[in-house]
């Protein structure tokens, strides 16, 4: 006889549906495309997508971190950007001094928004457009508003370029172990409730003694640091610091976080389902590109853009839909 206490399927979907969907779709998408395509699942292909969409995943996974929180972190376009140009500069000295010093320019960034929603009390949005205003200015004044070459004698493109055991991008492989430590500090330890229950309720979470400041810091210094790490993939991956790069990467991170299901009112969040959502944007241009190839259809990049909208606006309404639909049966339970 099962338990009662054991795992229930159905109660599980009944309240991540969205989340579950994500995968769904995901996996429904893998499916068509290599039903479809002949190279879809070659290496060629699944090594770019994944080295390319990595940039993406990571800006994702610690823009997921502060919508929880009920917060909005719009300048990781731009910080991305700027760090890349940092990259750059600093790739003569190899990989292992350029990728530690641009993650931290990155966090600098996030102690940046984090000081003036914190302590200045400026409403995130406000705070982070400021900052993404002046992290595009400030890599456009240090580049000269052009690309800075990396270099090639370095190790520095190894990240972008090469491939652990000739299998999987560097790039990737990186990201993945960041959205494992960052799984684990949002599912496992105090810091991830109280991050959660900030989502909640702020004032109640204060009332309960929960060091609220602190936690609501950490997430845009993750946020920041996420975007620098971004930037390094972005000069590593295109052999150049991309002052021009990171525009309207916010929407694509705030779409791959909505669509995994994180509630833009905060207190409900998953890393794991953010990583499909990118993914599952990303392999729908990867799809279009394929379609383009076979001359179905034509569309240019610009089209991203609307797409990306669409389909922010469609989950956007699927969760308000949803919102709505749980407190009404809250009300007459």
Known sequence: MLNSDAFDLRKYVSRNS??????????ALIAFGLLRYDNFGGAYNVSSFLNYNSMFIVISMGMCFVIITGGIDLSVGSVAAFTSVVAAY???????????????????????NAFCII???????I????????????????????????????????MGMEKVFNLFPWSIVIV??????????????????TILAIGGGEDASTLMGLKVNRAKALVYLISGGCAGLAGVIL????????????????????????VGGTLLTGGLGSIPAT????????????????????????FSAYWQMVIRGGFLFAVILFQSRMTKGRKAKGATA
Do not use: C, H
Request: glycine residues 14%; charged residues 10%.
């Open 127 to 158: 705070a982070t457009l400021a900052t993404m205003l002046g992290a595009k200015g400030g890599a456009l004044v240090i580049s000269g508003a052009s690309t800075i070459a990396v270099d090639w004698g370095s190790n520095f493109t190894r």
């Open 119 to 125: 302590v200045l009390r400026i409403p995130p949005f």
């Open 275 to 298: 990583v499909a959502g990118a993914l599952l944007l990303g392999l729908v241009f990867n799809i279009l590109n394929f379609e383009n190839g076979r001359g179905t259809i034509s």
């Open 176 to 193: 993945a172990i960041v959205g494992v430590f960052l799984w684990i500090i949002l599912e496992t330890t105090s810091l991830g409730r």
């Open 18 to 27: 969205q989340s579950v969907a994500v995968w769904i779709a995901l996996f």
């Open 90 to 112: 600093l790739s003569p000295y190899g990989l292992e001094v350029a990728l530690p010093l641009a993650v931290l320019v990155g966090v600098a960034f996030g102690a940046l």
């Open 235 to 258: 000069a590593s991956g295109f052999g150049a610091g991309q002052p021009l790069e990171g525009i309207a990467w916010e929407l694509s991170a705030i779409a791959s976080v909505v």
